[in-house]
């Protein structure tokens, strides 16, 4: 049987959701059969050092303006080098790139993913994506809102997308956590903690999360509040605590290493985005058996179950994040049972050992159709 060569390209590796999920396939690929290696187009970041560390190559390409396509041939030379049977790429930079790439030394199965509904895109970068589908085997989406966006959004035929959901690595939740020691590093001791993680950027709508915080502090003033990451949006977010006197009450935390620590310390995590793909940090925090109060868009609805795992919300509404996180922090019976259920939803349906299997099988039966080289396992 021969040893399937798999490249992953995707812009960089610093922290994120699409990130953490290439982190966590790439570690569960079977090594006795996958030969699994990792491109960038511009930057290495954190998430490399990690990869690196499991036994991953990680190649950068020196992608260092986004007019620079020279990168295409440096790719294609990169493939050609490794062999490569399957290339996968993830966001639309990569996307684009890689599959050009692919198109000139002939990489017998080209797949891509899309992670979000990416309302952003124009008229010309929906074009770009519909002639390269062509050139793709098959495009993998994460959530089927992800998948019915782009199907309505840019006229690709249904059969060209595949739904395979993001999955979280149970192992790294195998931990018991120093509750009290966080909390006191974090300035909290017995009060009511809730938290947002992530990127503070438009996207996330981290002002409606700030808004709420306000008026949780008016019923419930012993409350704190955790905004977990760093991005454009941050001063803004500070200067409406000072206005919403709350500043003593809300600790930016900036990027922290200690993410996955830091939920299992609080009560409560919420997510005010305005779209997402298939949020990876609802899915930690169900692993970690937190309750989710999130805004009913993208692939939410697909990963909590609105009053059982958590509670859904509609966006740009502070006052619904607000009230549904009130209830649960003046209910914790419900609170924890909620996470129990979230828990066990994440073990069955959203386990990372699930996405690999699916995308495996996929890379599998794809090989197997193009060359009598490859078989299955």
């Not at 990690?50 to 990168?71: A, N, P, Q």
């Not at 990489?107 to 309302?119: F, G, K, L, M």
């Not at 930690?284 to 059982?308: C, F, H, Q, Y």
């Amino acid at each position: 049987m021969k040893k399937i060569n798999l490249l992953y390209l995707i812009p960089n590796l610093n922290v994120g959701g699409a990130e953490e999920l290439l982190l966590g396939i790439a570690r569960r690929f079977n090594r006795s059969h996958y030969k699994v290696a990792v491109a960038c187009l511009w930057d290495k970041g954190p998430i490399a050092e990690r990869m690196e560390s499991m036994g991953v190559e990680v190649y950068l390409l020196g992608m260092f303006t986004r007019m620079d396509f020279t990168v295409i041939f440096r790719l294609a030379k990169l493939m050609q080098s490794l062999q490569t049977d399957v290339l996968h790429s993830h966001l639309f930079p990569a996307n684009t790139i890689g599959r050009l790439a692919a198109r000139i030394v002939k990489v017998p199965v080209v797949i891509s993913t899309e992670h979000n509904i990416d309302v952003w895109k124009t008229f010309f970068h929906k074009l770009i994506d519909k002639i390269l589908a062509k050139f793709t085997d098959r495009i993998i989406t994460v959530s089927d809102a992800v998948r019915d966006f782009y199907i309505k959004e840019e006229g690709i035929s249904a059969d060209k997308y595949l739904t395979i959901h993001n999955g979280v690595d149970l192992e790294r939740f195998n931990f018991i956590p120093d509750v009290v020691k966080k909390r006191k590093e974090l300035g909290f001791k017995n009060e009511p903690v809730v938290g947002m993680f992530g990127r503070l950027v438009p996207q996330k709508t981290p002002q409606y999360f700030i808004e709420a915080a306000s008026r949780i502090a008016g019923e419930i003033p012993e409350a704190r509040f955790l905004v977990v990451g760093d991005g454009p949006l941050r001063k803004m977010l500070e200067e409406r605590c000072n206005k919403l006197d709350i500043k003593d009450k809300v600790i930016f935390t900036g990027l922290r290493k200690d993410v996955l620590e830091i939920m299992a310390a609080i009560d409560v995590v919420s997510l005010s985005s305005s779209r997402e793909g298939l949020s990876i940090v609802v899915l930690e925090a169900m692993a970690l058996s937190k309750p989710v109060v999130a805004t009913r868009v993208g692939g939410n609805p697909e990963t909590i179950i609105d009053g059982r795992t958590g509670f859904l919300v509609e966006p740009n509404s502070p006052q619904q994040l607000a009230d549904k996180i009130i209830i649960l922090l003046r209910d914790r019976n419900r609170a924890e049972e909620m996470g129990r259920k979230g828990r066990e939803r994440v073990e069955e349906e959203f386990n990372i050992d699930r996405t690999v299997k699916s995308t495996a099988n996929l890379y599998e039966t794809l090989l197997v159709k193009k060359s009598k080289k490859y078989c299955q396992k």
